[in-house]
């Protein structure tokens, strides 16, 4: 190779390296206030929640949801000046006490504990970061995102919403996506006299000769026939009760 030709090649890998470095370090907008709110409601945030902001900015959303909801929360930030000033900002709020501010990477930062996540990314990185949510996340967990949605994952409900007053970088509509992430049922399951194959793709479930299957979180239930399921996942273990012509018995099936 060149002298030539290796300079080019490296001012080549350099500039990928900086459009990857900073795909994601999109420019700070607030999320409205209202919206904020709207987005912990949506959420159906309470106390003992954790709520976990990935790009909390000036972490208004981890302050509300102490504030208002009575949650824990856990803003994750990558400019450390932004960090500060949350910190500032929930002292002053006098919820210092309940809410923690950090500066990392959210692609690398350690949010598993959360039980409310929240997130005003841009689609190429929340895409990303699906994998994490999947795998990381308990199942029952809720993720609500502001604007933008996954390019896989379904969410389970979207909400439009108006904005009463004027935001910069906003106009005068919201879009709010959640997703709550799902148990994995995939497989085969026994049980008493039952047999099942459950297929999944995401929270999307399909049981054969069965109609209304559902899958919230760990909560699952279907029908088939006459009888009626209703019950929780854990693990290999699905647990709750058959209802047939009114009379309910206890199931338990295990993959």
């Known amino acids: 190779m060149t002298r030539a030709a290796a300079l080019a090649a490296a001012l080549l890998l350099t500039a990928a390296a900086r459009a990857d470095e900073n795909e994601w370090q999109v420019p700070f907008i607030t999320t409205p206030t209202e919206v904020v709110e709207r987005m912990l409601e949506f ?19 981890v302050i509300l949801a102490a504030q208002k909801f009575g949650a824990r929360g856990l803003g994750i930030e990558l400019d450390q000046s932004l960090v500060e000033k ?7 709020a006098k919820v210092e006490d309940l809410v923690r501010f950090v500066q990392g ?3 690398e930062a350690d949010f598993s504990k959360a039980t409310v996540v929240t997130v005003y990314l841009l689609p190429g990185l929340i895409t990303k970061l699906e994998r994490r949510f999947l795998t990381e996340l308990a199942p029952g967990t809720r993720i609500v995102s502001h604007a933008f949605t996954m390019t896989g994952w379904k969410p389970d409900q979207t909400r439009l919403l108006r904005v009463a007053g004027a935001h910069p970088g906003q106009g005068d509509e919201s879009r709010l996506c959640l997703w709550i992430v799902p148990a994995d049922v995939r497989g085969e399951w026994r049980g008493g006299p039952w047999r099942l194959r459950i297929e999944q793709n995401y929270q999307e479930i399909e049981i054969e000769g069965a109609k209304e299957a559902k ?6 239930s279907w029908t088939i026939g006459d009888a009626s399921f209703r019950g929780r996942v ?19 099936l295990k993959r």
């Open 86 to 92: 949350s910190r500032a900002n929930a002292k002053a």
């Open 215 to 220: 899958l919230s979180g760990r909560e699952i």
């Open 234 to 252: 854990d693990g290999a273990t699905i647990t709750g009760r058959v209802t047939r012509a009114g009379l309910a018995s206890p199931l338990t």
């Open 43 to 61: 959420a159906g945030t309470r106390p003992g929640d954790l709520v976990a902001d990935l790009g909390s900015g000036d972490g208004r959303i």
């Open 105 to 107: 990477d959210v692609l």
